[in-house]
């Protein structure tokens, strides 16, 4: 049953494009192809607008706004590429990388991670500031998965697609500030949880290395981000589209090992 | 159902009951005196008063914030038709002393009496702390005889709901908590909003340090707060309100339950207010220490029981709030002055300050200042008359250097603005910020650096964590400024710290990062010359 | 549900099962019920945190994140004595510093922790509200203000010596 949306007509750099009402800047941007850059978002799950990668300007606004969480108006027009906003998006990739320890020459995401291409893609060459080099053991314990909070940038995927998507809200963030970090249950390792379903949503949303299978190799970590849209679609609309393209499944690799 | 109080009634009452002592004395048992030893001196007061035998003339009372707090344990003696003489540093012996000079035996030393004609008593003009230090805040008819609920009264038998949004908006009152929204435009949101069910929240989450103007509101006058709220909910058509408190604050807290349950019991709140058809039950809920949670969608997440993360605005509160529904919130001092407003008329009101900032403000005076404590004063009046009028100047020969106002929100202010206007705009373009009433004065010893990195310190601890600059861009500011202020600091250093402090303020997702430059950008802005030279001191050393 | 006496036999739960009932065992309910908890355990163990997410049918990691939200909420058992010394902005400028230093190397106990030997827990507070005192430090609840580092640790000794007169 397709409900009718009713247009808002938007400009974005320039180009005039039809939005529907209700929808955020992000999604009509890519819903007509135009690329903003985002980090936190993910479709499918509620809009946490934390990252503030897909910052971008809106004529009479003085702050940038989050593409991902303000809404279309009438009229408005929308600049997603501006001198300002590529430099303080470099700045706070930079951020996120002295943040953690991100070395991508080791990690099992190399290649397939979302906040190297947005360092490639922002020009981010290096990171004007002192490296944290905060210290965090990895967790190992879960038979299937692997977390490693070096590479955790507390985008909150993993505790987004647990609670809203797989309904088992095994992960959430604890503590605050520079020290909020995430957990399961009450912080002991993953392998004991026995809330986890062992449904691997996480390792699926999860845009780094931080969270993968048991035994992959550098660079050999897969994720499949749109996996949660097409749940989504698929609950909602009882429209199973497959998947846009089918990654060598890290299942097939290790064997259901449950 | 208990009948309705009888405002009028239980007023004359009390008064009367006042009348029949020829002496009162009247002992401030607020926090700031009770750790200089009010305890013991008010029980000393009191035994002494037996012991000479005028237990029936003299009547002995704790009573709220007199405002001199660098001064403390005050003590005020009021005699029928006569006199009234306050006292500092009042210690047992100072208490016994007291009580003798009352019963006309010996007398006070002079180094205890206190000139109430000195300039921090005479240039204040008090409303919101009208009775604080003459009520007993823990009995209603105590406040009741000083016109508590007198206004809560007149707005619902006597004026609409809209009536009384429309005296709001045409009082000029400004939201006291920092940002200086117009109070009557928020109002009028939530009387807008279509819902079943609407609440009204006053936030009590002061946070700032160095300020403590809602803690003696909500304790010295708690009756001021929970009226203030209900002629909110009257005329937003709210039928719900939590006033939600810092938990570092128990003694406010116990006061608002004892006053919110005697309200209860003399159908003040709950069902049909005043015997009318207006409904309001009020529940107090404490914090647990979170700066971030006086951020009005993060306060919202903690009622709720959530981490206090914000969320990003819009939609507001008025549209989509506490539970889901439409909710206002309010802060402390702004509710402080809803009853005055309706009592007295819009007019009355905006006759006190400035075009656009109307009304009164109550600062907390701290630092390097003769006298420091809480002093309410007209919008408009200049720094020059708070600081050194009032406060009497900094001490032991120093020279001033700045007033910080706003806390880790604000900036400082140096001297050559001394005579500039305490308004919001004013303060605004010199880089700072009203706030919530912190004034913290700073002398020549003050290095300003240093006071940057201190507020630094302050917002990297209270960051919620939920986005990135705020969160890892306040971390990266106040390794900057450590290095700098250690004399570790490398060129290109202050290049780095400006361009980082645009990106904190132009991206964080709330009020706490996007003001958490402030104090950064204030002091370079107006003592560039000292992040200099430590920088030059570190490339010689 | 939550009204079964603790398997452990400890009547402490008694009240918290109280306040739960009271409060309609409601899930917005979970900071005032952390509150409560600590209050009548001292602090929060991983056992309390488990009970309350069962008695609010909330997640564990939940309970968790909120608790370690919120600076108040302590997760370790707590000193015989504690000291508080006020970092707000005006003891700030009046040099809590060097009080908060003092304590540091006196008993060995960072800010926020517990001497080894169990004595002292050292934290440091947000503004106290009462600057004009400027600077104030709390020990065991009793607030001091015009402190400095010598007169805290004489506090502190003057403090710790009444409970061993008392026994």
Redesign the interface.
Same mark, same amino acid.
């Given at each position: 049953m397709p409900e009718v949306r009713r247009s808002i007509a938007i400009t974005i750099d320039d180009t005039e494009i039809d939005a529907y009402e209700g929808e955020s800047i992000l999604q009509a941007a890519r819903r007509f192809g135009i690329k903003i850059p985002s980090m936190c978002y993910l479709e499918g799950l509620s809009v946490w607008g934390a990252c503030r990668i897909c910052v971008v300007e809106v004529a009479g606004q003085h702050q940038p706004r989050p593409a991902c969480a303000t809404l279309v108006v009438e009229d408005m027009e929308v600049r997603t590429n501006t001198a300002r906003l590529q430099s303080h998006r470099r700045t706070i990739l930079e951020l996120l990388f002295a943040e953690g320890n991100h070395v991508c020459a080791v990690c099992v995401s190399n290649g397939n991670c979302e906040l190297q291409d947005r360092a490639v893609e922002a020009g981010m060459d290096h990171v004007r500031f002192d490296y944290r080099n905060p210290l965090r053991p990895v967790d190992a314990t879960h038979p299937k998965y692997v977390f490693d909070p070096n590479r955790c940038i507390v985008c909150t995927r993993c505790v987004r697609v647990c609670d809203e998507i797989e309904g088992a809200h095994v992960w959430d963030v604890a503590s605050r500030g520079h020290q909020a970090h995430l957990v399961t249950e009450l912080g002991q390792p993953w392998g004991r949880s026995s809330s986890c379903t062992w449904c691997g949503k996480c390792v699926a949303s999860c845009p780094t290395g931080a969270l993968f299978y048991q035994g992959s190799a550098v660079g050999e970590s897969v994720h499949a981000p749109d996996l949660v849209a097409r749940l989504v679609a698929a609950r909602r609309d009882h429209e199973w589209f497959p998947p846009v393209e089918s990654p060598t499944s890290p299942n097939e690799q290790n064997g259901d090992d449950r | 159902m208990a009948t309705p109080i009888d405002l009028h009634e239980v007023a004359e009452r009390e008064l009367e009951d006042q009348a029949r002592y020829p002496w009162r004395i009247k002992a401030c048992g607020s926090?700031?005196c009770?750790? !200089?030893g009010a305890g013991a001196s008010i029980s000393t007061l009191e035994s002494e008063v037996v012991a000479v035998g005028l237990s029936d003339s003299v009547r002995v009372m704790s009573t709220g914030c007199m405002g001199?707090?660098?001064r403390?344990p005050l003590v005020r003696v009021l005699r029928r038709g006569g006199e009234e003489t306050m006292y500092q540093s009042v210690d047992r012996d100072v208490a016994v002393d007291i009580v003798g000079a009352v019963a006309g035996r010996g007398e006070v030393a002079d180094a205890n009496r206190i000139d109430r004609h000195i300039p921090f008593f005479t240039r204040q003009h008090r409303v919101v702390l009208a009775n604080a230090g003459i009520i007993d805040p823990d009995r209603l008819a105590s406040a009741v005889a000083h016109g508590a609920y007198s206004a809560l009264e007149k707005a619902i038998t006597t004026m609409t709901p809209d009536q009384v949004v429309e005296a709001i908006k045409a009082s000029g009152l400004r939201g006291r908590g920092g940002a200086g929204y117009p109070v009557g435009a928020k109002w009028s949101l939530l009387a807008g909003a279509s819902s079943d069910q609407k609440y009204v929240i006053a936030n009590g989450d002061?946070?700032?340090?160095? !300020?403590?103007m809602d803690?003696?509101v909500m304790e010295d006058d708690p009756h001021r707060v929970i009226e203030g709220l209900a002629i909110a909910a009257y005329a937003t058509g709210a039928t719900r309100g939590y006033i939600y408190v810092r938990?570092?604050?128990p003694k406010a807290v116990e006061r608002l339950d004892r006053a919110i349950r005697a309200a209860r019991r003399s159908r003040l709140l709950g069902r049909k207010v005043l015997g009318s058809d207006f409904d309001f039950e009020v529940q107090v809920?404490?914090?647990?220490? !979170?700066?971030v949670c006086g951020e009005e969608t993060a306060l919202i997440a903690?009622?709720?029981?959530?981490?206090?993360n914000p969320?990003?605005r819009?939609p507001y509160p008025t549209e989509s709030g506490l539970?889901g529904m439409p909710s206002m919130i309010n802060n402390v001092e702004t509710l402080a002055n809803i009853p005055a407003i309706v009592s007295k008329g819009a007019n009355w009101f905006s006759s006190i300050g400035t075009d656009r900032s109307t009304g009164t403000k109550v600062f907390?005076l !701290?630092?390097?200042l003769t006298n420091?404590?809480l002093i309410e004063v007209p919008m408009g009046i200049s720094l020059r008359e708070i600081v050194e009028d009032m406060g009497g100047g900094v001490p032991d020969g120093k020279v001033f250097k700045a007033a910080?106002t706003g806390?880790p929100s604000g900036g400082c202010i140096p001297t050559q603005f001394m005579d500039t206007s305490v308004d919001y705009e004013s303060l605004r373009e010199l880089g700072s910020i009203m706030g919530s009433g912190?004034l913290?004065v700073?002398d020549e010893d003050?290095s300003m650096p240093e006071v940057a990195r201190?507020?630094m310190e302050f917002c990297?601890?209270?960051?919620?964590?939920?986005?990135?600059?705020c969160?890892?861009?306040?971390?990266?500011l106040h390794?900057l400024l450590d290095r700098i202020c250690s004399g570790e600091g490398r060129p290109g250093d202050l290049g780095?710290l400006e361009?980082?402090c645009t990106?904190v303020r132009?991206?964080?997702?709330c009020g706490l990062g996007?003001s958490a430059p402030n104090p950064v950008v204030s002091t370079l802005h107006y003592f560039r010359d000292e992040y200099e030279s430590l920088l030059q001191e570190a490339a010689h050393a | 549900m939550a009204e079964a006496l603790h398997p452990s036999g400890d009547d402490r739960f008694a009240v918290l099962d109280k306040h739960l009932k009271r409060t309609h065992h409601a899930q917005d309910q979970l900071i005032e019920t952390l509150h409560v908890a600590q209050e009548v355990f001292g602090y929060l163990s991983d056992d309390i945190l488990m009970y309350v997410a069962r008695a609010l049918l909330l997640p564990p990691s939940m309970v968790l994140g909120v608790a370690t939200f919120y600076h108040l909420f302590n997760f370790e058992a707590q000193g015989e004595h504690a000291c508080s010394v006020c970092t707000g902005t005006a003891c700030f400028v009046k040099g809590a510093d060097a009080i908060v230093a003092a304590v540091r190397d006196g008993y060995a106990v960072a800010p926020g922790a517990t001497s080894e030997d169990g004595f002292l827990t050292l934290r440091t507070a947000r503004c106290l509200g009462s600057c004009g005192l400027a600077p104030v430090v709390v020990i065991d609840g009793n607030v001091a203000g015009h402190q400095d580092a010598r007169s805290t640790l004489e506090l502190i000794r003057a403090q710790a010596r009444i409970p061993e007169e008392v026994n």
């Open positions: - | 926090t700031a009770q750790s !200089a001199l707090c660098s403390g002061e946070g700032d340090p160095g !300020a403590y803690r003696t938990a570092e604050y809920r404490i914090g647990a220490g !979170a700066f903690s009622i709720e029981g959530r981490r206090g969320r990003l819009p539970f907390a !701290a630092g390097d420091t404590g910080q806390g912190g913290i700073m003050t201190f507020f990297m601890d209270e960051s919620c964590g939920k986005c990135v600059p969160r890892a861009g306040t971390v990266q390794g780095l361009e980082l990106v132009e991206t964080s997702l996007q | -």
